[in-house]
């Protein structure tokens, strides 16, 4: 008997991608405020992209510097969707595309190597809210999707001719590009290492050289753009490697995402099964994405921890390298016993970590909304001073605060000190303008650890570097503290603060006027 009959259909994958997609999208629409770390400032952003040419409080204090900086997929979707909708709806829509061309791409590619429709691939939905989704990088989540994709379609016209490689490959490459430095990197390196598989099997001189310059030019444009138009590289910061130990914990980011015992077991059984049909070779892994599978291990063992002023450089990789793996890999079609009960056990997995990140992300409501109604309470056009004093031992938190002051921005035209811009970030598309410079860079950063604050103790450094130097608290009309129950007892704090709000973790006051 053939074992193709075996194999799932089209439909009933479809059907299938629709269900979980429809469920991993959900829970984007459920809270007030996505609880991703860097969304607040990225939805700042967004909001200034749309508003400039309308607010003059932005244009008192914001630049839009978009050029062709590898960084840009939210800033060109997002302000497009906010002619059709509210800023804050196409935020959360594009998180739901980025959630959705993640697993997509893995299937595409998986279909693209294998020729046949699987649910294999859809294991894909398992990790697409990974950690540095978690984080709220957004862009990059985007980027590996659309790596995944134009991966596809390299594998897809592989046999065919010249030109409709390179017709495909060239936009292909430019729209990774666009997306995210580092997923452009991953596609790069996945397409050399793709390629090797060829270069060593071709006994052909000439048709290994015409191989390569073919994939090669679809690198030219965005090498191009990134080193003459963007930008980034004169704003970019030194590069630093991490501890071995980051190697040994970063994998874990690819599914740890609130309930660390769990997730982690999760993680266990799941690499325990694959590697068991690995063994048994009920699993296989195409040869053709060998070569860049082992590429791109030897490129996270060797990664820097920050690169490009992108901090995580090596942590980003993991997930990267599990979902190729896992568009490269097909469990065998032949009919087994526990085929269906595999299957049953993958759906229920995806159900209870759907329910335990929707319980989280509704849990999340109660923190935003304190925080949204006493932002709501500024006036058009303010200055605020925002600090979160984070004592805690986990960088990320189940909630994070770290970045919710820039929401003052989106609902208030507010100059918060704290966005993403370049300088001193590179390849971000909004700058502060000439005036708000000089305040913005003269700030301490907005975010706080325990080292930092335990030095506040200190009266020498709270006089020359401290938080709420008067020379730093003159250039603000509101300050606005997260858990200011981290400071020490003879806090620093200004005595003559008016308090406008004092909600469970974090208080609003204005400040004396000089």
């Not at 459920?30 to 992209?49: E, F, G, K, Q, S």
């Not at 998986?110 to 709220?136: D, E, Q």
């Not at 991966?151 to 490459?173: M, N």
């Not at 507010?414 to 708000?436: D, Q, R």
Request: glycine share 4%; hydrophobic share 55%.
């Amino acid at each position: 008997m053939n074992n193709h009959d075996y194999g799932e259909t089209w439909g009933q994958i479809a059907l299938l991608f629709c269900v979980l997609a429809g469920v991993s999208v959900a829970i984007v629409f459920l809270p007030i405020l996505p609880p991703l770390n860097d969304y607040p400032n990225h939805l700042a952003r967004m909001h200034i992209l749309a508003n400039l040419d309308q607010s003059p409080a932005l244009q008192l204090y914001y630049r839009n510097v978009m050029a062709a900086q590898p960084n840009l997929a939210m800033d060109i979707i997002v302000p497009l969707l906010s002619r059709w909708m509210p800023l804050e709806m196409a935020g959360r829509v594009f998180i739901a595309l980025t959630l959705l061309v993640t697993a997509a791409g893995t299937l595409a590619l998986h279909f693209s190597l294998h020729r046949r429709w699987s649910v294999w691939p859809l294991l894909a939905f398992l990790f697409i809210y990974h950690r540095m989704f978690l984080w709220g990088l957004l862009n990059f989540s985007c980027g590996i999707g659309m790596a995944l994709f134009a991966i596809a379609v390299w594998v897809a016209l592989r046999p065919k001719g010249a030109w409709w490689r390179v017709a495909a490959s060239v936009p292909c490459a430019l729209a990774v590009y666009i997306c995210h430095l580092y997923a452009f990197g991953f596609y790069a390196i996945v397409i050399g290492g793709y390629e090797l598989y060829y270069l060593l099997k071709s006994p052909q001189w000439h048709a290994r050289a015409r191989d390569v310059a073919i994939a090669a030019i679809q690198f030219l444009l965005p090498i191009y753009l990134f080193l003459f138009e963007s930008g980034a590289p004169a704003v970019a910061s030194e590069t630093r490697w991490g501890t071995i130990w980051r190697k040994l914990e970063a994998p874990f980011d690819v599914i740890y995402q609130y309930h660390l015992v769990f997730d982690v077991g999760c993680l266990l059984v799941i690499a325990a099964l694959i590697g068991w049909g690995l063994f048994r070779k009920h699993v296989q892994i195409s040869r053709r994405m060998v070569p860049a599978l082992i590429v791109l291990l030897v490129v996270y063992l060797a990664m820097p921890d920050q690169l490009f002023s992108g901090y995580g450089a090596d942590r980003r990789l993991p997930i990267m390298i599990l979902l190729l793996g896992i568009a490269s890999a097909d469990w065998q079609h032949a009919r087994v016993w526990w085929r269906e009960p595999l299957v049953v056990a993958f759906l229920a997995l995806f159900a209870v970590r759907s329910v335990l990140i929707a319980q989280m992300w509704h849990r999340s409501d109660a923190v935003y909304a304190e925080y949204l109604q006493a932002i709501d309470m500024l006036p058009k056009g303010t200055k605020l001073l925002f600090y979160t004093l984070h004592a805690g031992t986990q960088s990320l938190s189940s909630i994070p605060e770290l970045e919710i002051g820039d929401m003052a921005v989106v609902r208030r035209d507010a100059f918060v000190p704290a966005l993403f811009t370049t300088p001193p970030l590179a390849a971000e598309s909004i700058s502060f303008s000439p005036e708000a410079q000089p305040i913005a860079f003269s700030t301490p950063h907005n975010i706080q650890l325990r080292p930092a604050i335990e030095r506040l103790r200190n009266p020498d450094y709270v006089r020359r570097r401290g938080l709420f130097r008067r020379e730093v608290l003159r250039n603000y009309d509101y300050m606005l503290i997260a858990h200011p129950e981290a400071l020490p007892p003879q806090s620093p704090i200004p005595k003559d603060l008016s308090i406008l709000f004092r909600g469970k973790d974090f208080v609003l006051a204005k400040l004396p006027q000089p």
